[in-house]
């Protein structure tokens, strides 16, 4: 990653860290490394026009405060991924979405014989689906 | 009275294309041989819309004597100079023809515009992903290669792109044993290998277009799918020859089923955003083998309505895999797809 994105990251953990709004010098104090006033300014406005960060008027400083919480900016990147609307706008390839109700009891019972049948060996593959309605099996093909 | 033949046609394509597309979507070969079937999809949906848009302008510009493309051309001068009036026909036969090459242009117009659309809100959506990741995610030794996500909930995807990521969430390492996992990695390097994002667009942009019509929601569950299973395929061409880890006795195909199969007992918490993380961390309890219920999504709110079953096909087919088709059925495959297209485009273009 590069260096401003790490600036950003950093300045954006100290802005989640508290309550309440940041002056630029309150954020450089809480940061681990210490930063130029200007650089942080800088970070900081980018932050607040990409819309992470909010700011307000302070007499005749800016005051900063993150636009939405952590986990609320991970719940963001999660509903996306797992496209809960039915949308994929996004065009996100995803490994698999969880089921719910029949179809996932017969997938937790074929999960359980594959745990079972752990050992490679005295294990056909037919046997495996042994369990499974036979709707859900492919027709063997010639 | 050339233009009408052709107008005939290029409509019989278009119902054909339709009616080939539902065929296609209730067929068992494609999961044999998903590559060959997805460019048979390509050129279906591509032949349709221009047939489609093709017939409805051929009627437009009946009785011109020089084709489709030709027709359009002389309307687009006669407009140009205002002549359009200027018919031997009777004014209804006209106002019809006018209606159909304006109905016809229209279609294009749409198709494209949804296209370009679909493209733009791609692109937007991976931007916002990518500032996310960058504040939000951290690497993590037990997934090399890819972005981690502090989520309870499994969840596992790749943000395609010249800058590509893989994202897993802390649920997933949770879930997966180290073999599931690399093998779930795998799956998503494919992916992004192959670009099947593109291969998606055209669709994702058409069901978009016509959200209530049900053949394209049927063509793009279909094609999702057989991508996906392309990606398992490739998967598992190329996990043998990765290094992995050497406590574990690697059968691919079985890693690689094990790892759907808990995804999709995992269960995923369909709350609004900011309540995520809450009921998340329920549904973190159904961890690996623990055997417990997926959280329940609130009523009425089916995540997905088309995924029923996707999990069941393509563990099937890992674990039975059914025999790829012959050389020459993917190949008379190819050459149907080719000539399909080049068929519409010459119907178009010839007088």
New interface residues.
């Given amino acids: ?1 590069n260096r401003l ?1 790490e600036l ?2 950093a300045i ?1 953990e100290v802005l989640w860290r508290t309550d309440s709004a940041l002056t630029v010098r309150e954020v450089s104090i809480g940061l681990p490394q210490t930063l130029a006033h200007t650089t942080v300014m800088t970070v900081l406005d980018r932050l607040a026009k ?1 819309g ?1 960060a909010r700011r307000e008027r302070d007499g005749r400083a800016w005051r900063y405060r993150p636009a939405a919480t ?15 609307t ?15 109700g029949a ?2 009891d ?3 019972e ?3 014989h ?2 079972e049948h752990q050992q ?1 060996e005295g294990d056909t ?2 046997g ?2 042994g369990n ?1 309605p036979t709707r ?7 | 009275m050339g233009e009408l033949a052709d107008a005939t046609l290029l409509a019989a394509v278009a119902v054909g294309s339709v009616r080939c597309a539902s065929a296609l979507a209730g067929a068992s070969w494609p999961r044999r041989s998903p590559a060959a079937a997805i460019l048979l999809w390509q050129a279906l949906g591509l032949a349709g819309g221009l047939a489609a848009v093709g017939a409805l302008v051929a009627v437009g510009v009946n009785n011109e004597g020089t084709g489709v493309a030709g027709g359009v051309l002389i309307v687009g001068r006669r407009l140009a100079t205002g002549e359009l009036t200027s018919h031997q026909e009777p004014p209804l036969v006209t106002l019809a023809q006018i209606t159909c090459l304006a109905a016809g242009i229209s279609l294009l117009a749409i198709l494209w515009w949804v296209l370009v659309m679909a493209f733009a809100a791609v692109v937007q959506a991976r931007r916002r992903q990518r500032e996310l990741l960058a504040l939000l995610a951290h690497g993590d030794p037990k997934a090399p290669g890819a972005l981690v996500v502090d989520h309870p909930t499994a969840a596992a995807y790749c943000l395609p792109g010249i800058r590509s990521r893989i994202v897993v969430s802390v649920g997933t390492l949770d879930l997966l044993a180290p073999a599931e996992l690399v093998a779930v990695l795998e799956h998503e390097r494919a992916h992004l290998r192959a670009r099947h994002d593109l291969v998606l667009i055209p669709f994702t942009s058409l069901r978009r277009a016509f959200p209530r019509s049900r053949v394209i929601a049927q063509s793009y569950r279909t094609v999702a799918l057989l991508v996906e299973m392309m990606a398992d395929d490739h998967a598992l061409r190329a996990l043998p020859a990765r290094e992995l880890p050497t406590t574990v006795e690697l059968l691919p195909a079985r890693e690689l089923a094990k790892a759907l199969l808990r995804f999709g007992v995992a269960g995923t918490s369909c709350a609004p955003e900011g309540a995520l993380t809450v009921t998340g961390a329920a549904a973190a309890g159904a961890g690996r083998g623990s055997g417990q219920l997926p959280s329940a999504g609130p009523a009425g709110a089916s995540p997905s309505g088309g995924t029923e079953g996707e999990i069941t096909a393509r563990v099937s087919r890992l674990l039975e895999p059914p025999p790829p088709l012959p050389r020459f059925v993917q190949a008379g495959i190819v050459i149907a797809a080719a000539l399909l297209v080049s068929g519409v485009v010459l119907l178009l273009i010839m007088p």
Avoid: I
Avoid at chain 1, 86 to 98: P, Y
Avoid at chain 1, 136 to 142: E, I, K, V, Y
């Fill in positions: 990653m994105g950003e990251r954006m990409k992470f952590r986990d609320a900016y991970v719940a963001e990147l999660m509903l996306t991924a797992l496209d809960q039915g949308d994929r706008s996004a065009a996100l390839a995803r490994f698999a979405q969880s089921v719910t179809e996932a017969v997938l937790r074929a999960l359980a594959l745990d490679p593959g037919n495996l689906w499974w859900h099996c492919s027709p063997r093909l010639p």
